[in-house]
């Protein structure tokens, strides 16, 4: 079953990305929205691919991160973008964000989608925040950048102790995303921006 406030991310899973993956879901918490993520599904013997696609088909939005190129190319990000495009025309309603990181490279990495604007963070997490708010939340509820950004601060702040506690070197497995959800959420409420459950 779909659920319209589930955010389903699809980045890479490298340490040099995981301040904006912890940028990304301080933005969708502070929406009052779900991030989801193919980490937090235990391996049930049905393979990743399945995984991905029952959780794309879950969440009614996608956000793709296509900012890491170079070698050696990095093909998942673009290989779920696509599955995500199949299901939004196949089987509807799924929209799609995409994240650069350098403006204008996605019309030569991924002429396809020419017509898709994508939001370019330049591996900045407030800029990351704001393509989240610009892409998510309507205008006359849209939290600042800034206000979201000290949330994404102190939400930083509870990964490091998290790993720490976890013996891990990132946030990048299934226990600690879903630490991480339930602290962000928790700042969410503290910040203002949600109501307590």
Request: glycine content about 8%; charged content about 25%.
């Amino acid at each position: 079953m779909r659920d319209d406030q589930a955010v389903f991310l699809n980045v890479p899973f490298d340490r040099g990305y995981e301040r904006l993956f912890v940028a990304l879901v301080a933005a969708v918490v502070a929406l009052g929205r779900k991030p989801r993520c193919v980490l937090e599904l235990p391996e049930g013997g049905q393979g990743r691919l399945a995984r991905i696609l029952e959780h794309l088909d879950s969440c009614r939005v996608s956000v793709h991160d296509l900012s890491r190129v170079g070698q050696p190319a990095r093909f998942n990000m673009p290989f779920e973008l696509g599955l995500a495009c199949s299901l939004a025309h196949l089987k509807g309603p799924h929209d799609f964000i995409i994240l650069e990181r350098v403006a204008h490279r996605l019309d030569r990495t991924l002429s396809d989608l020419k017509r898709c604007d994508c939001y370019v963070h330049e591996g900045r997490p407030r800029l990351a925040i704001g393509a989240v708010l610009d892409a998510f939340a309507s205008p006359a509820a849209n939290p600042g950048v800034e206000e979201v950004h000290a949330l994404y601060l102190d939400l930083w702040r509870a990964a490091q102790a998290l790993k720490a506690a976890a013996s891990r070197r990132h946030v990048f497995s299934r226990s600690l995303f879903l630490g991480l959800v339930a602290v962000g959420v928790e700042l969410a409420v503290d910040h203002g921006f949600i109501a307590a459950a």
